[in-house]
């Protein structure tokens, strides 16, 4: 008698977090169990590990090396939510985002692809009008792991004669870090309507000058079949609600990518 051989097991990492987190996940187990029952070629293995909030309660770091750990270990890794009014006074180091930092920056996740795609069902869940929404598919990369929320050097200082204090965060990028995430960006517009929208602010920043003039050497060596435009963040993010039909892939930093993916977001109701 033949024997099957065993189905391939596939691991994943669960991070439920903090707030409306474990019911998320919890929700999307149940999706995933659906998707793969019966399926001959996939089982999954479900492993659950503590980020955020829950994390500091329960062992006082947002992201302990037993989750990185788990994670590094895992096919797949699924976060659900982080963070909450509870851990807001706790120092910097030790609050949920911290931990999430942690974990992008550990794990290499360097490129965040955010979607905002306007289902012909939900359009009315939009605050803005049908006809200016309707049809809007865009794609955000977001670069994760560089500028002002990794750069170095970062702090507070106080003047000793005065006693002012002064904050201060580096925003920064390197060549090669504009490279990876451009890359990212031109290969997924390939796949899509092939048209590149780069953000930046180049006409004040020396580093969005920098990241402006490597995407232009990648687009020009790499992927001259894609359309490629470049958009200071503060018209991007009036045209986002002006006319974002004119968007198909958009790329930029790590602090414009944060604030213009949650834009986008809004154009179709919710994150």
């Known amino acids: 008698m033949a024997l099957s051989a065993p189905k391939p097991v596939s691991t994943i990492t669960l991070l439920p977090g903090d707030g409306i987190g474990p019911e998320i996940s919890a929700a999307t187990v149940l999706v995933l169990e659906q998707l793969t029952n019966g399926c001959p070629n996939m089982e999954l293995e479900f492993k659950e590990a503590l980020i955020g909030g829950a994390a500091i309660d329960a062992t006082g770091d947002p992201f302990p090396a037993a ?8 096919d797949s890794v699924l976060l659900a939510f982080i963070g909450g009014p509870k851990w807001d006074a706790v120092p910097r180091a030790q609050r949920p985002e911290s931990g999430l930092l942690s974990m992008r920056k550990s794990m290499k996740l360097f490129a ?5 795609k306007v289902l012909p069902q939900l359009v009315d869940s939009s605050t803005l009008k049908k006809e200016v929404i309707e049809g809007v598919d865009i794609m955000v990369i977001r670069e994760l792991v560089g500028d002002v929320y990794f750069g170095e050097p970062k702090g507070i ?3 000793p004669v005065t006693g002012e204090k002064t904050g201060f965060n580096n925003m920064i990028y390197s060549e090669s870090e504009v490279e990876r995430i451009a890359r990212v960006a031109f290969d997924v517009a390939q796949k899509r309507r092939g048209e590149v929208c780069s953000i930046d602010k180049a006409n004040v920043l020396d580093v969005s000058q920098l990241w402006r003039d490597t995407v232009i050497r990648v687009h020009e060596a790499e992927y001259s079949d894609v359309k490629l435009s470049h958009m200071y963040v503060d018209n991007a993010a009036m045209q986002l609600v002006r006319w974002p039909k004119q968007f198909d892939t958009i790329v930029c930093g790590n602090i414009f990518g944060d604030i213009l993916s949650d834009e986008a977001s809004m154009l179709v109701g919710s994150l």
């Not at 989750?67 to 895992?74: A, M, V």
């Not at 965040?112 to 905002?116: S, T, V, Y």
Request: with cysteine.
């Open 157 to 159: 200082t106080t003047d």
């Open 112 to 116: 965040n692809l955010r979607p905002a």
């Open 67 to 74: 989750t990185l750990e788990s994670c590094q270990g895992s």
